[in-house]
């Protein structure tokens, strides 16, 4: 991804919730932003804040249904939350996502990364800008240099996260490319009780920010009815208003791309 290229978008809903909702959501969002986008959505959240909350189908059925995805032509990604799950994830996914609590877990990382997918890592909402390449160098290390960085926000006090946009410039300048995570980045961890909550109104206003510090990609996940989500709905967004919302930020990334150094410069 460089400057050249317009702003990629991964997109989709938090958690498999069923093989026709995830077939759904893909021909809505594809409907929506053209077919270049890449569907998100995790077979298992083994970090939600309640044990009886809903996890997801489970490892095989859930890279069953995404397998099934990528044959009718949808790039898809997925998180993986231990070594073993990599290989068998990357026969499903174009992309293996490591979760932010996990991004210094060199085993998982070393796995992800021996798989020949790109690593999609997410940054802990614990760890600084800097320090986070030395989870990229891991997966480098182990021979893969298709990397991404994921800016999701850091812990503010309780319950809350900030997003530091020269975090966005500080990882580009590694030379990976750097993904937003608008819907995370407006999550409240366990703010809700036995789950997160959020604040969905300022999803654009940082999704906007980040894009015109410069971003490759931009991670958005989407919901047809947010308040019935089986996971994050708290912080998704509708998918009613993905078609402006993602209009408004190619205008913003037209304009910066061309002030922009390439990431590999």
Not at 24 to 49: Q, Y
Not at 123 to 145: E, L, M, T, Y
Not at 212 to 241: I, K, Q, R, T, Y
Request: aromatic share 8%.
């Amino acid at each position: 991804m460089l400057p050249s290229k317009p702003l990629a978008l991964i997109a989709g809903p938090c958690v498999i919730e069923s093989e026709a909702h995830v077939h759904f959501l893909a021909r809505k969002i594809r409907d929506t932003v053209g077919p270049e986008f890449v569907f998100k959505a995790s077979f298992d959240k083994a970090n939600r804040s309640s044990g009886q909350s809903y996890r997801g189908p489970g490892v095989r059925e859930g890279l069953r249904i995404l397998e099934g995805l990528r044959d009718e032509g949808y790039r898809t990604l997925t998180d993986i939350h231990e070594p073993w799950q990599a290989e068998i994830a990357a026969e499903a996914c174009d992309i293996l996502q490591i979760p932010a609590f996990l991004c210094r877990q060199t085993d998982l990382l070393v796995a992800a990364a021996q798989t020949g997918r790109i690593v999609n890592i997410k940054k802990g909402q614990f760890v600084s800008p800097w320090d986070i390449r030395h989870a990229a160098d891991k997966v480098v290390a182990a021979g893969n240099d298709q990397v991404f960085l994921t800016e999701r926000g850091t812990t503010f006090g309780y319950n809350n996260l900030v997003v530091d946009m020269r975090s966005l410039a500080i990882m580009r300048s590694f030379g990976f490319p750097v993904v937003f995570d608008a819907t995370h980045s407006v999550q409240m961890p366990g703010a809700a009780g036995t789950q997160s909550g959020g604040q969905p109104q300022f999803i654009e206003p940082l999704a906007r920010a980040a894009v015109a510090v410069g971003v490759d990609a931009l991670f958005v996940e989407v919901h047809e009815n947010p308040a019935e989500a089986l996971s994050d709905g708290a912080n998704a967004l509708p998918l009613s208003e993905l078609a402006g919302f993602w209009n408004r930020l190619l205008e913003i990334d037209a304009v910066t791309r061309r002030h922009l150094t390439p990431a590999t410069e």
